[in-house]
Each structure stands twice: as structure tokens, then as C-alpha cells.
């Protein structure tokens, strides 16, 4: 899982990994949205800060579909629904 992250992020710790998960909530159902129970950006979108307090901010739709899947593939876009 670590090699992933830092493929997917070289500022993404362990720790990071943890606070994320703490964060979302997960419908009942198979098919059912996960919330998002921390800050969102003024679009509404969440994200996770990493780095320390050097301003890196992951964008968890984008984050969980990587972790999740793998990587977005090159020219196509992922919307956060």
C-alpha cells in the first residue's frame, strides 16, 4: 500500500493514510455514496491536507478512486458526483 501512495503522492505518510479513512462514511448499501465528515473547499469539494503544514491538498474523490481503482487514465477526466 505504501509503494502506491508514494507513487501516487511522495508527501502522502502513513499517517495521512489513517486521517483519511477516519473521515469517510460509508452508506450501508454497496452502491451508496460515501460522505465526507471534514472540510471542503469553497467548490464543495473535499480534500485531505498532507505535507505538514506545507499546504499540500489532495483532492479525496480523485485520492480514493486511485487507492481504490488505480491510476486516472491519461486525458480522462474523474468527476466528484
Given amino acids: 500500500m505504501m509503494a502506491l501512495l508514494r507513487k501516487m503522492s511522495p508527501v502522502m505518510t502513513e499517517e495521512d ?11 450501508p448499501g454497496e452502491n451508496d455514496c460515501w460522505g465526507w465528515t471534514d472540510v471542503l473547499s469553497k ?6 491536507g ?16 486511485e487507492l481504490m481503482i488505480g491510476p486516472i487514465p491519461e486525458g480522462k477526466e474523474l468527476d466528484h458526483l
Fill in 43 to 48: 467548490d464543495g469539494y473535499a480534500y485531505l
Fill in 17 to 27: 493514510l489513517n486521517r483519511l479513512w477516519s473521515k469517510v462514511v460509508k452508506g
Fill in 50 to 65: 498532507v505535507d505538514g503544514r506545507k499546504g499540500g491538498k489532495l483532492l479525496v474523490h480523485r485520492l480514493l478512486y
